[in-house]
């Protein structure tokens, strides 16, 4: 089965999409991310979608879902790279990704984890 | 390019296709980034809609031309149930299922046009398009 690879540096969890997304691979990626924040005690999940050219209201619903999950689980996740097109897109959608945060490139975003889990200690 | 096109919408892997198509054709004509990103967005969402709600169907498109304003069109169909109260269903936040309730409003909201047909058993067509 098609899977989104889920890497591992530290106690970070490292989700590039590179793939044009569709709906089982979305959900996919939420029972395997949800599993390897288990088996690794994960204190951060960062997700990079630089290669998304669009995110619609499941995809949006996707990110948010797996925030929420990893916080459950004692993890904050951080959304980087995306592109302007698509924030513009995104808000003028109506999807405003509470509770999910977001930075502008995987550098800055594995700074706001490392603040958000030292806020969590 | 042909100018116009159809193709079917019945699984997931069709709304991706769709989007390809919705790309390909807002390329042609010329949309600016934001603008194709848009068309694409909202593609995505009627086409889920049609798999999801109306259990498949089809999508047109075309490249519009207008003196020398060019633009996509791209006309969702389905044979699902219909919606019953349209303004409802055109309403951010109301959904009749497990989505967000953003597809429709939406995708309204990303468009420059947008026409929406639909009857209890007579199926839905949704017309969206983005001039450049």
Request: proline residues 2%.
């Amino acid at each position: 089965m098609e899977r989104i690879p889920i890497l591992q540096m530290g106690d970070i969890l490292l989700v590039t999409i590179q793939v044009d997304m569709h709906d089982q691979l979305a959900l996919t990626l939420q029972d395997d991310l949800s599993e390897r924040i288990r088996v690794t005690s994960a204190r951060g999940v960062l997700i990079e979608i630089s290669a998304l050219d669009i995110v619609d209201s499941f995809i949006g619903r996707m990110i948010a879902t797996i925030s929420a999950l990893a916080a459950v689980m004692d993890a904050r996740t951080v959304v980087v790279g995306m592109q302007p097109a698509v924030a513009i897109t995104l808000v003028e959608l109506g999807l405003n990704l509470t509770g999910v945060s977001t930075a502008l490139n995987v550098e800055r975003g594995m700074r706001l984890l490392g603040q958000l889990s030292a806020e969590a200690e | 390019m042909s100018a116009s096109g159809r193709i079917a919408v019945h699984t997931q892997q069709d709304v991706v296709l769709a989007r390809q198509a919705a790309r390909q054709a807002a390329v042609a004509c010329g949309l600016r980034l934001v603008d194709q990103t848009k068309l694409i967005t909202a593609a995505s969402e009627l086409a889920r809609n049609a798999v999801i709600y109306g259990g498949g169907g089809h999508m047109n498109w075309e490249v519009l031309r207008d003196g020398l304003r060019k633009g996509v069109r791209l006309e969702f169909v389905d044979q699902g149930p219909g919606i019953a109260d349209i303004e409802q269903a055109l309403t951010d936040g109301w959904t009749s299922g497990s989505g967000m309730g953003l597809g429709l409003s939406g995708s309204r909201r990303l468009v420059d046009a947008f026409e929406l047909d639909s009857a209890p058993g007579q199926g839905t067509r949704v017309a969206i398009t983005k001039w450049a």
